[in-house]
């Protein structure tokens, strides 16, 4: 006899309601370096080994594409100010508009790991989670790409699976959109372009967004996979002063 | 130290080679490569010794540079580790040791295929980390000559294609393909099920779809800069590579990590090894369409997710870590937060753990299921919880202590019967023993400082850490300006999902998943 | 006259094959023996609708007794389909015949032609002389026939098995006959069959399976089946089709002349038939299941096709000895229906079976696969046989298999229980036959024709021949047929199974109205009218509404229509065609196959037949009781190879025949003093075992 509903039911709603009001639980986001009129803007630079930043005239300027969370400019002396949002998601530069009405409360993803370290499967593993629960927001998961709306990859892109990126994306229906997880996908992160990596989804499918992040915390994927229908706001890559 | 003579003795009396040792309890012999198989096999047999890692270095940049291929054992009875190194003149074959060794197994077809090292007597080499479908024959990657910056070109030639492996006989067989593309969230990877329909007669996992090449593309980079990328390759153990990283990094420096920096390290790292076994129970859980209690895994998850980017500023303890101690202290409210939070969690662990082993539905689909006998357990050398759910006490945290462990020694779980409801009890308690330790470390935990400034020298050390999947090994040389020369990941993936093969062995196709899940093996780790 | 012109024409066929050359003397050959099966047909639709019995042949020999041959309606109807079977079949076996030298194929077809010849003696037979000698004669032939490739060891033991467990057969149904015309005191067939009234139940019920279980070994009926996949599997590839499709109907045809009479006394017999029937589907279909050479496959399923006629002929029979000769006439009808229907699909199959065998080189499903892309227009009409062996309409399985199943549940007319519970089991056994089937034929076209080729040989697929393709469209067509047009046929049957079960179902059930809508009577209309029921305009050239029971107070009204299922399905199709067609016009794309991502799917990793029917062989692992050897070759802690060889025996082989051939082995180790001779001389010995006692017999009477 299996009271395995019970125990469900028992333990009451856990999940956020987020977008529709903020989210602020403490450690929800491991949060990013924001852009600052910084008088030792050099010093500050050099803290980053990924090269995210970028003196300018006005101070500090974040190149979010380049973070990877590593924490070297949270601290001391020449920090960087971090911000807990989880608003991440940039535009890849295509024209392509949100996906129509139909798919907003009805996105089909399929998610590819081309190399990802783990951290950002577990992040979406967690989106089932009744914490963040994506079917509450009408995003589903799907085995094939041939049901699928989204194509979600995460990871450098590695060579062996270039090909299996490519055909998951000509096996999907029109009208369909690419959504790269993590800095890996953008650039090939802290793996770059090498003989094993692509580095970088662009180069061998057209992506719609980007979601940055070491890993992007579930709400941060979330927010990307509502920015497909128009549902929530990208920003831009580069943060200025 | 004694115990490190007495095979020095055994060495010199029974085989006439000498050894000397490097350090304490650590032996380097080098003999010729005849030698090998009988010496190595002799050490698994009468000193029970385990195949820790298999290494090969390139001497100089030059064509026909002599390779150095270093066979690291450790025996687990006395803590002494055991450096057998060869020199392989170009054109020179090894023999295979992985007949009797088989531990060694994929750590040869590594070798083969990265650095066109050629064994004899190994009857599967080629198509390992380099995939025939997408790379030229006879490049092999990790020579220096090679340029680690582009693809070579492939020839399309439908003559070299590439056909699954068979070693299955059987009429009307076929080889049923899983993946690379599975699932919803599954890593990549393809699984070939040979199979005449319902039972799986045999397995192959074709992995290194995930090959980001780490090793090679470490070389040349900073010390920090590769940390970045030990700490990147595997998320889900984050913390644990890039302490054994740091240690070897420190053991070349020759420097000495604070006691608050050991305490605090030991913390987090038990505190990744319940986060990773939590998320390996959602899983289990979710495979067996056990929704409620994934769900209850997952808050847990969840929660300590959060409770890590509370106390580190990290979800996955990225960026914690440097060589000498850590970034950052654990100021006294955090110290409180964990020492607060930890008791719930676990006790949320504890009620799981209940209700999953009261539901006789969920253990029906576990027990005698993905069976890893102790003698296969043995033979293929696993380690961590898998090796511990099959009856073998090993655990680097007793064997070869470092850190903090020295003094804070956990305990370790046994299962004899290696099924995944062993893998379970195993899982279970070893998050409520890292929880003990965690609270018992929290509590008598040094004062002072947490980062020591670490020199850099020109050397070479391997050093180790029992991350949550097990045993890993993990070799740094560098020059003496900081930069990496060499990189080597030897990590416990590598060696588990090479007996996950037999452990699916006349089992069903709808129970595969389910198996995989039990195993809780992470393919990135695996592929670096 | 047209027998005598026939028997000419199939004579002066092998006679032309003597002329020298190659191709010339086989076509003559093919004209002349296919005219002669076109009399034949001809002969037997005469015959259909011919008087009830019809003398052609009276002879009084000497001291064996009379030797007759007479015309009836069910004769005919058999005569008329061995004649289509034969006829579509010729062109193979012609093709085939010319690797023969001159000599050899003549005998080959002389053989062949002695099979007809004899199968329409057997079907005409009306006393036990010409009935035996005619069913010896086409033992002997069609002994000949699997034999005839003598150059392979196989074929010689398969030819071997058919002519002991025909010779056993034959001895057991002899014995009934003779304990019947000993207690009849004649030799007529009708003679013994007016006589049967009066004889003791005992010795009905002994006579009547003997019979059954004697004669039915010729049908494929378990327990004596085990040589029908070994002979019907290895026998030449263009004589398999007739084997199949022809020589089966000799045991039917055998058992219910001789049973019919007996079973209307004896209820038990028909129960025994029907339970036997059912059984003998079933194993059919599992073993057909587990077969991965095509022609062994077909082979078991012709046994469970076999057996659901058999089914058909039981029920009918129970039926009838119940007081219930319009539900026993129904089920009679089914039963033979099904065997038309076996002849027609089964010859389509063996054809396309010979047909792949000649363009690939193999009839090992697991070395085809992807035949459909080289082969479609023979690929086509092979799907066309599987999806009427798998009973789907719009053809012909469909209309005899639902047929028994429906009349099955009119058991609740008969009041005993254990009849009852006997034809609930029969019926579930048979329904599970035809799920089991429908997954054999998805399994059967499904590995051959789909997916991606295995081996080189299906790769290179060379075209098939036109002597099976157009054979091949003439049968699809002619399932069709019989699929859409159940309503002509039906009535047909019901007049030849009138004299078997002692009323024609179809003359009362099929009433005048049903012809004519203003002639429907009162209490019909009301009773359509009270479930909102009412027969309309006729816009369909065949109607079909069958009243399955008539009594005093509502008919129950059964409405079974093919041909109206065939426009229905027609409308639907081509409403989904055009639904579709509409929807790709709005927005058209072609996708690459998703194979999850791999560089390539390869051959190996597609499901082959064994793959498919694997949760069958789970599932029946019990009764299959398969016996595996697990070999493994290592090095060290390598495994090399590992091998697996399942074996499963015949279940008659394990509980029937083994302890058989045991006892008889030591017995004959005791003979083996005097006996040195080959096992064909044994054969003999029981020839003229069987030659002196009907001698004896027949002295013994004179």
């Keep these: 006899m299996s009271f395995w509903p019970y125990f469900g039911l028992k333990r009451g709603i856990k999940t956020t309601s987020w977008p529709s009001a903020k989210e602020q639980s403490p450690g929800i986001t491991p949060g990013r370096p924001r852009s600052a009129s910084n008088a030792s803007s050099n010093a500050t630079t050099q803290l980053c080994p990924t090269g995210a930043l970028h003196p300018v005239e006005t101070g500090v300027s974040v190149d979010l594409t380049h973070c990877i969370h590593c924490q070297r400019c949270r601290q001391g002396p020449h920090a ?129 967004l980007w979601i940055p992040g070491c890993p992007p915390p579930p709400l941060a994927i979330l927010h990307g996979l509502l920015a497909v229908v128009g549902r929530t706001q990208c920003t831009t890559a580069e943060e200025l002063p | 130290m004694s115990t490190c003579t007495q095979i020095q003795d055994w060495l010199g009396v029974q085989t006439g080679i000498s050894s000397q040792a490097v350090a304490a309890q650590w032996l380097q012999l080098q003999i010729q490569a005849s030698r090998l198989p009988e010496l190595t096999a002799a050490l698994v047999r009468d000193w029970q010794a385990e195949f820790a890692t298999l290494l090969v270095e390139e001497e100089e940049s030059a064509v026909d540079a002599c390779l150095a291929v270093y066979y690291f054992f450790y025996l687990p009875r006395n803590g002494c580790l055991l450096e057998i190194q060869i020199r392989v003149q170009p054109g020179e074959e090894l023999p295979a ?63 070299t294609e590439w056909s699954p492996p068979q070693i299955l006989r059987e009429e009307g067989a076929i080889v049923f393909p899983v993946g690379p593309v599975w699932g919803d969230f599954h890593e990549s990877g393809l699984w070939m099920l040979e199979t005449p329909g319902e039972q799986i007669r045999y397995l192959h996992t074709r992995l290194f779809y995930k090959y980001r090449g780490v090793e090679k593309i470490a070389e040349g980079q900073t010390l920090d800069r590769a940390l970045l990328l030990v700490e990147r390759f595997s998320g889900a153990a984050a913390f644990a590579h890039a302490w054994a990283y740091c240690q070897a990094v420190e053991r070349i420096g020759g420097c000495k990590v604070p006691a608050r920096a050991q305490d605090l390290r030991l913390i987090f790292a038990e505190l990744e090894r319940i986060r990773h076994h939590a998320a390996n129970i959602a899983e289990i859980s979710g495979s067996t369409a056990l929704a409620v209690a994934k769900a209850m895994a997952q808050d847990i998850v969840e929660d300590l997710l959060r409770l890590s980017a509370r106390l580190c500023g990290h979800r996955y303890f990225f960026g914690v870590l440097t060589p000498g101690g850590l970034h950052h202290d654990l100021d006294p409210w955090r110290q409180n937060l964990l020492a607060e939070t930890l008791p719930s969690l676990d006790a949320r662990l504890h009620e799981l753990e209940h209700l999953l082993k009261n539901s006789s539905s ?31 006490a090993i ?64 050397g070479r050390a391997l050093a180790w850490v029992e991350a949550p999947s097990g045993a890993t090994f993990h070799w740094v040389h560098c020059d003496a300006a900081g930069m990496v020369l060499r990189l080597r990941l030897g990590t416990p993936g590598f060696r588990n999902w090479h007996a996950f093969e037999r452990a699916v062995e006349n089992a069903a196709f709808q129970d595969f998943p389910i198996i995989l899940a039990t195993w809780g093996l992470s393919v990135a780790e695996n592929d670096r | 006259m047209l027998y005598v012109l026939a028997y000419l024409l199939f004579a002066s066929g092998p006679l032309l094959a003597l002329l020298p050359g190659r191709r010339i003397p086989l076509i003559f050959a093919w004209i002349t023996m296919t005219a002669g099966c076109v009399l034949m047909i001809v002969q037997g639709a005469l015959a259909v609708g011919g008087p009830v019995e019809q003398s052609l042949i009276r002879w009084a020999l000497p001291i064996i007794g009379t030797f007759d041959f007479v015309q009836t309606p069910l004769g005919g109807l058999l005569i008329l389909i061995t004649a289509v079977v034969f006829a579509t079949a010729l062109p193979f076996v012609t093709r085939d015949a010319t690797v023969f030298s001159t000599g050899r194929r003549t005998l080959f077809l002389a053989i062949v032609m002695l099979t007809l010849v004899s199968m329409i003696g057997f079907f005409s037979a009306s006393t036990i002389v010409s009935f035996i000698f005619s069913w010896e004669l086409a033992a002997l032939a069609i002994w000949g026939l699997i034999t005839f490739e003598t150059r392979h060891s196989k074929p010689v033991a398969a030819g071997l098995l058919t002519m002991a467990l025909s010779e056993l057969g034959s001895l057991v149904g002899l014995a009934s006959l003779l304990l019947l015309a000993g207690a009849a005191g004649t030799t007529q067939l009708n003679g013994i069959a007016a006589a049967i009234p009066h004889l003791s139940p005992m010795l009905l019920l002994i006579t009547g399976l003997l019979a059954f279980f004697g004669f039915g070994m010729k049908a494929g009926i378990v327990p004596l089946n085990v040589w029908l996949p070994a002979a019907h599997g290895t026998a030449p590839r263009s004589i398999s089709p007739i084997l199949s499709g022809a020589t089966l109907n000799l045991g039917l045809y055998a058992f219910l002349r001789i049973d019919a009479p007996i079973a209307l006394h004896q209820p038990d017999l028909g129960l025994v038939i029907l339970a036997s029937g059912a059984l003998t589907a079933l194993i059919g279909i599992l073993y057909a299941l587990v077969e991965r050479d095509m022609k062994r496959l077909l082979a078991q399923s012709s046994v469970e096709n076999m057996g659901i006629a058999t089914a058909g002929i039981g029920a009918g029979l129970t039926f009838a000895a119940y007081g219930h000769p319009l539900l026993g006439g129904i089920s009679m009808v089914a039963g033979l229906y099904h065997m038309i229907n076996h002849s027609t699909f089964k010859t389509l199959l063996f054809l396309g079976a010979g047909g792949i065998e000649v363009a690939t080189g193999t009839h090992n499903l697991d070395q085809l696969g992807g035949l459909m892309r080289r082969l479609p227009v023979l690929g086509g009409f092979f799907l066309a046989g599987a999806f009427a062996i798998a009973a789907l309409p719009p053809f012909n399985g469909f209309v005899s298999e639902w047929l028994l199943l429906e009349s099955l549940l009119r058991v609740v007319e008969i009041p005993v229980v254990p009849v009852r519970i006997a034809f609930a089991i029969s019926g579930a056994v048979l329904a599970l ?82 012809h004519n809508t203003s002639r429907i009577p009162r209490a019909v209309q009301q009773a359509l009218d009270a479930i909102g029921a009412h027969v309309g305009a006729v816009f369909m050239p065949v109607r079909s509404l069958i009243v399955m029971h008539l009594d005093s107070t509502a008919p129950v009204v059964y409405a079974m229509s093919a041909a109206l299922t065939g426009v229905v399905l027609a409308l639907m199709l081509g409403g989904v065609w055009l639904v579709a067609r ?108 069987m030659v002196l006692l009907l001698v004896i017999v027949a002295a013994g009477r004179g």
């Design chain 1, 80 to 208: 960087l100010p971090w911000e807990d949002d989880v608003a991440w998601t940039v535009n890849a530069g295509t024209a392509l508009s949100p996906l129509g009405y139909r798919f907003r409360r009805s996105l089909h993803v399929r998610y590819i790991d081309a190399g990802a370290c783990g951290a950002c499967i577990n992040e979406a593993r967690l989106l089932d989670a009744p914490v963040y629960n994506l079917h509450r927001l009408g995003i589903f998961i799907t085995a094939s790409p041939r049901d699928a709306d989204v194509l979600l990859v995460a990871g450098p892109i590695t060579n062996a699976m270039c090909t299996a990126v490519r055909k998951a994306y000509s096996a999907m229906p029109h009208p369909k959109r690419v959504v790269g997880m993590g800095v890996c996908a953008i650039n090939g992160g802290i793996f770059g372009e090498n003989f094993a990596c692509v580095g970088g989804l662009q180069k061998i499918v057209p992506v719609d």
């Design chain 2, 97 to 159: 040791i992985s007949e009797t060794v088989h531990a060694a197994d994929w750590h040869e077809r590594e070798a083969e295929d990265l650095f066109g090292l050629r064994f004899t007597g190994h009857p599967f080499l080629g198509d390992f980390v380099l995939h025939d479908d997408n790379w030229p024959e006879g490049v092999a990657p990790m020579r220096h000559s090679f340029d680690g910056l582009h693809h070579p070109k492939v020839q399309k030639d439908s003559d």
């Design chain 2, 362 to 392: 969920f253990l029906d689909r576990i027990e005698e299921m993905g069976t890893l006998s102790p003698e296969l357990a043995q033979s293929y050398g696993v380690v961590g919880p898998i090796a511990r759910a099959s009856g073998r």
């Design chain 2, 395 to 458: 655990d680097l945290r007793l064997t070869l202590p470092y850190g903090a462990y020295a003094t804070l020694a956990p305990t370790v779980p046994i299962a004899q019967e290696g099924d995944g409801y062993a893998r379970l009890r195993i899982f279970f308690s070893e998050i409520h023993i890292s929880a003990e330790l965690i609270l018992k470390t929290l509590h008598q935990i040094s004062a002072g400082p947490v980062h020591t400034p670490c020199p850099t020298f020109e």
């Design chain 3, 433 to 514: 036959t035809s799920g089991l089937a429908l997954t054999c034929f998805i399994m059967l076209s499904g590995s051959a024709l789909m997916g991606l080729p295995r081996t080189a040989q299906a790769a290179g697929a060379r075209r098939a021949p036109h002597s099976v393709v157009i054979p091949m469209g003439i049968l699809t067509l002619l399932s069709l047929l019989l699929g859409l047009a159940a309503t002509v046929i039906i009535p047909v049957l019901g007049r030849l199974a009138a004299p078997l079960v002692g009323a024609d179902p179809t003359a009362t059930l099929v009433p005048a109205f049903f």
């Design chain 3, 582 to 689: 509409g929807l790709r016009r709005r927005r058209s794309s072609r996708n690459i196959l998703w194979d999850a991502g791999l560089a390539r799917l390869r051959p190996e990793m597609t499901y082959t037949a064994t793959t498919f029917v694997a949760p069958v062989r789970v599932i029946f692992a019990g009764f299959f009781h398969p016996h595996i050897e697990v070999e493994e070759e290592r090095q060290g802690a390598f495994v090399l190879t590992r091998s697996y060889r399942g074996v499963i025996a015949n279940i008659s082989d394990r509980a029937v025949l083994s302890p058989i051939i045991g006892g008889a082995m030591a017995i004959a180790t005791l003979l083996a003093r005097m006996h040195k001779g080959r096992m064909n001389t044994y054969a003999g010995y029981i020839l003229l075992a």
